[in-house]
């Protein structure tokens, strides 16, 4: 579990009990943590500093942004390689409770992370995400610009993962800066201030869940050079799955899968 990049001191900063529902951060356990920076460094021009958990964690940056955490937890945590997301909510203790009552699996917490609260959750399929409760970064709307274009969970049923979501993190309510939920060309897209921020994609909306799928949060970075990318990321020990002139899903050395995509595909 990552931490947060927020200090306590942050002036002007968001709270998630007015902004919520929406992605918020993004994490990403590692092996080895020289090894991540480095690729990450190359591939996405990522710039770091020292996190404020020890020497296992670090914080990346886009012209002095912070974009995402990065703990190198993985062996000793026995915990997965991968990129997960983290939902803003008024309460993560709430949400924690919603999820675990709708099938869902809370991994770790909640717990303290000052200045707020975070729990590592499993929907009902087996994918992992977050919450936090707290201050969001002083200029959100700057982290919303440099981080992630979006994410998109890979899933079974996008219908029965769209309700799970929505019931714990009050999309499509009437409660002032929900999400907004639409249903577009076969996917459910989440929408936040008019931005989409997230995809549930399984298909067809109509069609039967498919049982090969292994359900899954995926991270979306927007860059200028889809291609430069991928040849970077070949050349730093990561590989290319699949490239496009516009999208590239990639893997970093330790196995951890996310997607560049063309800012102007954005």
């Known amino acids: 579990m990552n931490h947060h990049p927020t200090s306590a001191r942050a002036r002007g900063s968001v ?26 460094g190359a591939v996405l021009g990522w710039e770091w500093r020292r996190g404020t958990l020890g020497d296992h964690f670090r914080t990346a940056l886009v012209g002095n942004v912070p974009v995402a955490g990065v703990a190198a937890v993985a062996a000793m945590w026995q915990m997965a390689v991968a990129w997960t997301p983290y939902f803003a909510v008024p309460s993560a203790d709430e949400a924690a409770s919603r999820a675990r009552e709708r099938g869902g699996t809370v991994a770790v917490g909640p717990i303290s992370l000052p200045p707020g609260r975070a729990a590592l959750l499993a929907d009902r399929d087996g994918a992992t995400f977050g ?15 440099a981080a992630p274009a979006f994410i998109r969970l890979h899933t079974r049923d996008s219908f029965d993962s ?10 499509a309510t009437d409660r002032p800066g929900c999400c907004e939920v639409h249903y577009e060309a076969g996917e459910v897209v989440l929408r936040s201030r ?15 869940p498919d049982p090969t799928i292994r359900p899954h949060w995926q991270v979306h970075f927007a860059v200028a050079d889809v291609a430069a990318c991928a040849r970077a990321a070949e050349k730093h020990g990561g590989s290319v ?3 496009s002139a516009h999208e590239a899903v990639l893997r970093d050395p330790d196995g951890a899968q996310f997607t560049v995509i063309s800012r102007r595909e954005r």
Request: with cysteine; charged share 20%.
């Open 15 to 40: 709270s998630t009990h007015s902004v919520f529902g929406a992605p918020c951060w993004v994490s990403l356990t590692s092996r080895d943590l020289e090894a991540t920076q480095e690729f990450y």
């Open 131 to 145: 919450v936090w409760e707290g201050q969001l970064m002083g200029n959100w709307e700057a982290w919303r610009q």
């Open 241 to 243: 799955l699949v490239e």
């Open 162 to 171: 769209a309700i799970f979501y929505g019931e714990i993190l009050d999309w």
């Open 194 to 208: 008019g931005d989409v921020v997230a995809r549930i994609e399984s298909g067809a909306l109509e069609a039967a």
